[in-house]
Nanobody, 116 residues
Framework: QVQLVESGGGLVEPGGSLTLSCTAS????????MKWYRQAPGKEREFVAR????????TYADSVKGRFTISRDNAKNMMFLQMNSLKPEDTAVYYC?????????WGKGTQVTVSL
């Protein structure tokens, strides 16, 4: 089993920054992919960014490209999302996702609110 715990959410003004963290524990496979998703009120969950642990390639949704940076610390089984130039439309619950051995694992999410 794998457990994922997100942290770092909060209230920030437009133009501000936040860094989210995701800590994975349990049986972590040598090869896996970790992703961030988000879900705004009344909307479907959407992909934000992904990174694998072999080679470190990254992919971003167009809506966050150039503003968000995904990274990970494989030794600590952690993933991060540095969010800059935040906009009100970035307001959502942000979820950590890990995919390994064709199984999907999710955290419970952390709330990010961008508002004056």
């Amino acid at each position: 089993q794998v457990q994922l715990v997100e942290s770092g959410g909060g209230l920030v003004e437009p133009g501000g920054s936040l860094t989210l963290s995701c800590t994975a524990s349990g049986l972590i496979a040598r090869e896996n992919i970790m992703k961030w998703y988000r879900q705004a009120p009344g909307k479907e969950r959407e992909f934000v960014a992904r990174t694998n642990n072999l080679g470190g390639s990254t992919t971003y949704a167009d809506s966050v490209k150039g503003r968000f940076t995904i990274s990970r610390d494989n030794a600590k089984n952690m993933m991060f999302l540095q969010m800059n130039s935040l906009k009100p439309e970035d307001t959502a619950v942000y979820y950590c996702n890990l995919v390994q051995n064709i199984q999907n694992y999710w955290g419970k999410g952390t709330q990010v609110t961008v508002s004056l």
